[in-house]
């Protein structure tokens, strides 16, 4: 059974950092590309970032371009979502989701994470 484990949200003043961790089960993700999503009451869910399994390159929303890190650790199964000088706006449900493929960007991504809370306020 495939099942991710979200970790790593809370509540962090603007300017703070949170790391993100989505551990996978049920398969390896060493040929799976990796997307994170997040979904701000009121609008639409926005793809922040993700990484290929071909040549693990990274791609990101101009939105957190400097400021937000993808990376994935095969052997721990696990992606990581390193999120730096958060702002506002940043505050969302985050979701991390993978696919079977090996390009991240404009794919259709089968599995999806329960979402974890990030909450950037004074």
């Known amino acids: 059974q495939v099942q991710f484990v979200e970790s790593g949200g809370g509540l962090v003043q603007p300017g703070g950092s949170l790391r993100l961790s989505c551990a996978v089960s049920g398969f390896t993700l060493d040929y799976y590309a990796i997307g994170w999503f997040r979904q701000a009451p009121g609008k639409e869910r926005e793809g922040v970032s993700c990484?290929?399994?071909?040549?693990?390159?990274?791609h990101y929303a101009d939105s957190v371009k400097g400021r937000f890190t993808i990376s994935r650790d095969n052997a721990k199964n696990t992606v990581y979502l390193q999120m730096n000088s958060l702002k506002p706006e940043d505050t969302a449900v985050y979701y991390c989701?993978?696919?079977?493929?090996?390009?991240?960007?404009?794919?259709?991504?089968?599995?999806w994470g329960q979402g974890t809370q990030v909450t950037v306020s004074s």
């Open positions: 990484i290929s399994s071909s040549d693990d390159s990274t």
């Open positions: 989701a993978t696919k079977p493929y090996s390009w991240c960007l404009g794919v259709e991504y089968d599995y």
